[in-house]
Antibody, heavy 118, light 105 residues
Framework: EVQLVESGGDLIQPGGSLRLSCAASGFTVSSSYMHWVRQAPGKGLEWVSAFYFGGTTYYADSVKGRFTISTDSSKDTLYLQMNSLRVEDTAMYYC????????????WGQGSLVTVSS | DIQMTQSPSSLSASVGDRVTITCRASQSISTHLNWYQQKPGKAPKLLISSASSLQSGVPSRFSGSGSGTDFTLTINSPQPEDCATYYCQQFISTPTFGQGTKLEI
């Protein structure tokens, strides 16, 4: 059974850094197509970043240069390193698995809440 | 980025009605369109992929259609458990979502 469990969300001041983790089970993260999708409180969904089998990474313009997606194959874990955080980065961050290189989001974690506020 | 526009933003229906939610893309996306259901406090769930492919386990009262720029999610005889917000999403390029449609039964 595929499971995705996010952790690492917290209250952080603007300009700070945070790393989200997504522990996967039922499949191998490093040979999959993994994404982060976020949702600001009371708002819609926004794609953030992707890590593709083979190591190619993609980022939304809103986070490019500040966020880094990566995996640890020994732990079957996906990460999102978030630097220079802004108030507008406040959101629930979902770890998502697509079954192919197309961005069809088949499996979702329960989310990890990041709040950026002074 | 391709803009996705859903209508209506919210609607109320009764059991036995037929519910239609529309999604329009700012440019042609062929059938690269997915629909998700999100219940309060929960993660989204994939209902339909590639405009019309119903995911395993999704009730047959849900259906999707369309191609190019105009798409429709239809719920025949919605049930109380269908109360949720529905999102469309294109995946022909950098993925983008519609703003959501909140359905009350």
């Amino acid at each position: 059974e595929v499971q995705l469990v996010e952790s690492g969300g917290d209250l952080i001041q603007p300009g700070g850094s945070l790393r989200l983790s997504c522990a996967a089970s039922g499949f191998t993260v490093s040979s999959s197509y993994m994404h982060w999708v976020r949702q600001a409180p009371g708002k819609g969904l926004e794609w953030v970043s992707a890590f593709y089998f083979g190591g190619t990474t993609y980022y939304a313009d809103s986070v490019k240069g500040r966020f880094t997606i990566s995996t640890d194959s020994s732990k079957d874990t996906l990460y999102l390193q978030m630097n220079s955080l802004r108030v507008e980065d406040t959101a629930m961050y979902y770890c998502v698995r697509a079954l192919t290189g197309s961005s069809v989001f088949h499996y979702w974690g329960q989310g990890s809440l990041v709040t950026v506020s002074s | 980025d391709i803009q996705m526009t859903q209508s209506p933003s919210s609607l109320s229906a009764s059991v036995g009605d037929r519910v239609t939610i529309t999604c329009r893309a700012s440019q042609s996306i062929s059938t690269h369109l997915n629909w998700y259901q999100q219940k309060p406090g929960k993660a989204p769930k994939l209902l339909i992929s590639s405009a019309s492919s119903l995911q395993s386990g999704v009730p047959s009262r849900f259906s999707g259609s369309g191609s190019g720029t105009d798409f429709t999610l239809t719920i025949n005889s919605p049930q109380p458990e269908d109360c949720a917000t529905y999102y469309c999403q294109q995946f022909i390029s950098t993925p983008t979502f519609g703003q959501g449609t909140k359905l009350e039964i």
